[in-house]
C-alpha cells in the first residue's frame, strides 16, 4: 500500500509554472507601474507634495478612472479582469506593504512615548477617540450604495471610525523633517501621538476584519479583542527577547548587512504570517515586528534603514500605485457617492483637528501649539490607503468607498504641510529648542 502510494506520487505530473502570457503581462505591468509611480512622485514633490500622491495618481492614470476610459482595449490587455493575472501583481504589492508597515513600526519611538506620556496621552486620546466616533457616526449615516457586499452596516461603520481616526507616521515624521519641525516639542508630541494613533489604528483593524468574515457579535469581539491581547503580550515576552538574540550579533557585526536585512525580512514576514493565522491582519504583525526591530538600539535599527531605500524606491510606490489601480473617479458622478465622499472628508478633517487640539489643551499646552497639532495629524497618507485597501479586500467597502477613502488619504495629506506651516509660524521658540536645534543641525 505504501508503495503504491509513492508510486502515485512519483507519476504525478510536475505543478505548471506562471505561463508564458501572464509572466509577460506581469513584467510589463511592474515597469509601466513603476516607470509612471516614480515619476509622478517626482513630480509631486516638485510642486511641494507628498510622493505619495504622485504615486497614488499613477494607478488612477493606467485603472478605469483614465486610460480604462480612453482605450479600453489596451488597459484591459495590460489590466485583464483574470483573477490569477491580478493576484500575481497583488501578492508583490503586498509584500511591499508588509515591508513599509514594518519599516513605519522601526520609527515608533519608546522612549519620547514614555518621556511625554502625559501630554501625548491626551492628544492621543483626543485625537483618535473623538474622530472614531464620528466615524462610527457617519458610517451608519452613509448611503447603503458604499458598503461593500462583504460587510454589514455595523462593520462597515466600525470601519469607517477606524479610518477616518488614524494618522499617516511616514507623512508626519516627513513633513516635520522636511520643514525642520522634528526637534520642536510640538513636533515630537505630534510623532508621539501618531505613533500611538498608528498602533491603535492597526489593532482595530484587526478587530474589523475578525468583524467582518465572522459577523458582529459579541463573542466574535471578544474573541478578537483575546486574541490582540495574546499577540501583546507574545510580542513583550516571547517575540522581543527572541529577535533580539537573532539580530543583536548579526547587527554588531560590520561586514553582515545583507544576513541582517535578509534576517529583517523574514523577521517580518512570519510576524505577518502568525497574526493572519489568528485571523487577524498580518499588517498588525508586520509593524509589531517593526516597533521591536526598532526598539532594540540604533544598530538593528540601521538594519531596516538599509533595506528601506530598496522598499521605498521600489516597492512602496509599486503598492501605492497598485492601490490607485482600485480607485474609480468615475463613481463620484454618482451624486449620493460625492456628497458621501465630500461629507467624509469634512468630518476627517474637522474630527482630527477638533480631537488633537482639544487634546493638546487637556494637556496643558497653549493655542497655537494645540492648533499645530491637530494640522499635523490630520496627514493620513500611506497608513490610510493600506487600510482602504484591507477594506476592499475583506469586502467591507466596494470600489465607490474604496475611491472615498483613497482620495481622503491624499487631500489631508496634501493639505497637512501648508496647514502645519502656517499653525507653527506663530509659536516662538523656546531657548531649549533653539539649544536641541544646534544638537540636531550637527548631526
Same mark, same amino acid.
Given at each position: 500500500m505504501v508503495k503504491k502510494g509513492i508510486q502515485t506520487m512519483l507519476a504525478t505530473a510536475p505543478v505548471p509554472g506562471i505561463s508564458h502570457d501572464h509572466l509577460l503581462v506581469l513584467l510589463i505591468q511592474m515597469g509601466a507601474l513603476l516607470i509612471l509611480a516614480i515619476g509622478l512622485g517626482r513630480l509631486a514633490l516638485r510642486l511641494r507634495l507628498p510622493a505619495v500622491?504622485?504615486? #497614488?495618481?499613477a494607478g488612477v492614470v493606467v485603472g478605469p478612472s483614465l486610460l480604462g476610459n480612453v482605450a479600453p482595449a489596451f488597459s484591459h490587455w495590460l489590466l485583464p479582469r483574470d483573477p490569477e493575472q491580478m493576484h500575481l501583481i497583488g501578492a508583490i504589492s503586498q509584500l511591499g506593504?508588509?515591508?513599509?508597515?514594518?519599516?513605519?513600526? &522601526?520609527?515608533?519611538?519608546?522612549?519620547?512615548?514614555?518621556?511625554?506620556?502625559?501630554?501625548?496621552g491626551w492628544v492621543s486620546m483626543g485625537s483618535v477617540l473623538f474622530p472614531l466616533v464620528l466615524g462610527v457616526g457617519l458610517g451608519f449615516l452613509l448611503?447603503?450604495?458604499?458598503?461593500?457586499?462583504?460587510?454589514?452596516?455595523?462593520?462597515?461603520?466600525?470601519?469607517?471610525? *477606524?479610518?477616518?481616526? *488614524?494618522?499617516?507616521?511616514?507623512v508626519i515624521a516627513k513633513t516635520l523633517m522636511d520643514m525642520g519641525l522634528l526637534h520642536r516639542n510640538v513636533g515630537q508630541v505630534i510623532i508621539g501621538a501618531a505613533a500611538v494613533s498608528d498602533v491603535l489604528g492597526w489593532m482595530l483593524l484587526s478587530v474589523v476584519s475578525a468583524m467582518a468574515t465572522a459577523g458582529f457579535r459579541l463573542v466574535v469581539v471578544a474573541e478578537s479583542v483575546g486574541y490582540l491581547l495574546i499577540v501583546l503580550?507574545?510580542?513583550?515576552?516571547l517575540a522581543r527577547p527572541l529577535i533580539g538574540r537573532v539580530l543583536r550579533p548579526i547587527a554588531c557585526s560590520a561586514e553582515s548587512t545583507e544576513l541582517g536585512i535578509a534576517a529583517c525580512v523574514v523577521l517580518i514576514v512570519l510576524s505577518a504570517a502568525g497574526t493572519?493565522? #489568528?485571523?487577524?491582519?498580518?499588517?498588525?504583525?508586520?509593524?509589531?515586528?517593526?516597533?521591536?526591530?526598532?526598539?532594540?538600539?540604533?544598530?538593528?535599527?540601521?538594519?531596516?534603514?538599509? #533595506?528601506?531605500?530598496?522598499?521605498? &524606491? *521600489?516597492?512602496?510606490?509599486l503598492f501605492l500605485a497598485t492601490a490607485g489601480l482600485q480607485v474609480d473617479l468615475s463613481a463620484l458622478k454618482d451624486l449620493s457617492v460625492l456628497s458621501a465622499g465630500l461629507i467624509t472628508l469634512v468630518v476627517a478633517v474637522g474630527g482630527k483637528l477638533v480631537?488633537?487640539?482639544?487634546?493638546?489643551?487637556?494637556?496643558?499646552?497653549?493655542?497655537?501649539e494645540s492648533l499645530a497639532i491637530g494640522a499635523g495629524l490630520n496627514a493620513r497618507g500611506v497608513v490610510e490607503? *493600506?487600510?482602504?485597501?484591507?477594506?476592499?479586500?475583506i469586502g467591507v467597502l466596494n470600489t465607490a468607498s474604496y475611491t472615498i477613502v483613497v482620495l481622503v488619504a491624499m487631500v489631508t495629506s496634501v493639505m497637512a504641510p501648508p496647514l502645519l506651516r502656517r499653525t507653527t509660524s506663530r509659536i516662538v521658540k523656546t531657548a531649549t529648542e533653539i539649544e536641541r536645534e544646534r544638537d540636531y543641525a550637527a548631526v
Open positions: 500622491v504622485g504615486e #497614488l495618481l506593504a508588509l515591508l513599509l508597515v514594518g519599516i513605519t513600526g &522601526a520609527h515608533i519611538d519608546l522612549g519620547l512615548l514614555r518621556r511625554k506620556r502625559v501630554v501625548i448611503p447603503a450604495s458604499v458598503i461593500g457586499e462583504g460587510g454589514d452596516r455595523t462593520t462597515f461603520a466600525f470601519f469607517i471610525g *477606524v479610518a477616518i481616526a *488614524v494618522s499617516a507616521l511616514p503580550a507574545v510580542t513583550v515576552f493572519h493565522a #489568528l485571523n487577524m491582519e498580518p499588517i498588525l504583525g508586520a509593524f509589531l515586528c517593526g516597533t521591536v526591530i526598532g526598539s532594540l538600539g540604533r544598530n538593528s535599527r540601521r538594519l531596516l534603514e538599509a #533595506l528601506r531605500p530598496f522598499v521605498m &524606491a *521600489v516597492l512602496a510606490p480631537g488633537g487640539y482639544a487634546g493638546a489643551r487637556m494637556g496643558k499646552l497653549d493655542h497655537n490607503i *493600506v487600510l482602504a485597501s484591507v477594506g476592499l479586500g
